[in-house]
């Protein structure tokens, strides 16, 4: 079982950065790969990027360029990292746990609570 707790959400002006965290329970945090999806009003829940436990990265292509995944082991942390944010990216992140990798959202087994990030024009 693992339990997955995002945070760093919040409202920030077109063109500005936040970084995203999820903290994770269980033992097996350092052999799961991790993602981010988000989930606009009205849309279906997205992938946004995944890191493999050998780290390994895949982005959307919407995020490429902008977003950074990273994780910390040590600390059972997985970060996103998101610059040059636009309204469109206005949504909940949901932070995201699985024994594979990939961008399905059914690859993954475990899912935060969200955090909300808004981004005004």
């Known amino acids: 079982q693992v339990e997955l707790a995002e945070s760093g959400g919040g409202l920030v002006q077109f063109g500005g950065s936040l970084e995203l965290s999820c903290v994770a329970s269980g033992r097996t945090f350092s052999s799961s790969s991790m993602a981010w999806f988000r989930q606009a009003p009205g849309k279906e829940r997205e992938f946004v990027a995944a890191i493999s436990r050998t780290e390994s990265t895949y982005y959307a292509d919407s995020v490429k360029g902008r977003f950074t995944i990273s994780r910390d082991n040590a600390r059972n942390m997985v970060y996103l990292q998101m610059d040059s944010l636009k309204p469109e990216d206005t949504a909940v992140f949901y932070c995201?746990?699985?024994?594979?990798?990939?961008?399905?959202?059914?690859?993954?087994?475990?899912w935060g609570q969200g955090t909300q990030v808004t981004v005004s024009s």
């Open positions: 995201a746990a699985g024994a594979t990798y990939g961008i399905h959202r059914g690859r993954y087994d475990y």
